[in-house]
T-cell receptor
Framework: GAVVSQHPSRVICKSGTSVKIECRSL??????MFWYRQFPKKSLMLMAT?????????EQGVEKDKFLINHASLTLSTLTVTSAHPEDSSFYIC???????????FGSGTRLTVV | AQSVAQPEDQVNVAEGNPLTVKCTYS??????LFWYVQYPNRGLQFLLK??????LVKGSYGFEAEFNKSQTSFHLKKPSALVSDSALYFC?????????????FGAGTRLAVHP
């Protein structure tokens, strides 16, 4: 079945630094990838949708300059949290979808802690 | 706009008893509906989906869901609950009819199965 690998699973960084999270589709070509943020005991909040080779579409209220998304290939998308602050601490999850599939496959998530 | 509602924050079930996790939806057009399960600090695992066809959809780990158009519901069910089923369950609907459209998630229902 479709597998999405997300790394790192946990990261601790200092306030003001940047952190990159990778999302890879291992056995299929992901034409579209989605990035979500999940607060404790809450649902998933969609941050942005990215299509390979084009700019990401951000949801309302999500800062484009803070959460940089790159989808340079059909198997890799990255989310970079720039100048991270403690309020950016959260659980980030990516999801990938192949064009001819109705399914959405999720990564295992990244726990970001900014200290 | 598409939306899903999960009216219960938590469902408690005794092991061996049947379980139901409720979901209602609001869509324009044909609904594409999904159920996912999330274990602590993990991504989402796909359980089942309804695209078209039989109203009773069978999925992973013995789960099934019944699509009811008149009641706009898509409740998740399992005949006999296991303690290992304890997790957070999300109902989702795909927005729009395009190939890349995003998933809209419900608030989630925590299932607690007691020995």
């Amino acid at each position: 079945g479709a597998v999405v690998s997300q790394h790192p699973s946990r990261v601790i960084c200092k306030s003001g630094t940047s952190v990159k999270i990778e999302c890879r589709s291992l056995d299929f070509q992901a034409t579209t990838m989605f990035w979500y943020r999940q607060f404790p005991k809450k649902s998933l909040m969609l941050m942005a949708t990215s299509n390979e080779g084009s700019k990401a579409t951000y949801e309302q209220g999500v800062e484009k300059d803070k959460f940089l998304i790159n989808h340079a290939s059909l198997t890799l998308s990255t989310l970079t949290v720039t100048s991270a602050h403690p309020e950016d601490s959260s659980f980030y999850i990516c999801s990938a979808r192949a064009y001819q599939d109705y399914g959405y496959t999720f990564g295992s998530g990244t726990r970001l802690t900014v200290v | 706009a598409q939306s899903v509602a999960q009216p219960e924050d938590q469902v408690n079930v005794a092991e061996g008893n049947p379980l139901t996790v409720k979901c209602t939806y609001s869509v324009s057009g044909n609904p594409y509906l999904f159920w996912y399960v999330q274990y602590p600090n993990r991504g989402l695992q796909f359980l089942l989906k309804y695209i078209t066809g039989d109203n009773l959809v069978k999925g992973s780990y013995g789960f099934e869901a019944e699509f009811n158009k008149s009641q706009t519901s898509f409740h998740l069910k399992k005949p006999s609950a296991l303690v290992s089923d304890s997790a957070l369950y999300f109902c989702a609907v795909r927005e729009g009819s395009g190939g890349y459209n995003k998933l809209i998630f419900g608030a989630g229902t925590r299932l607690a199965v007691h020995p």
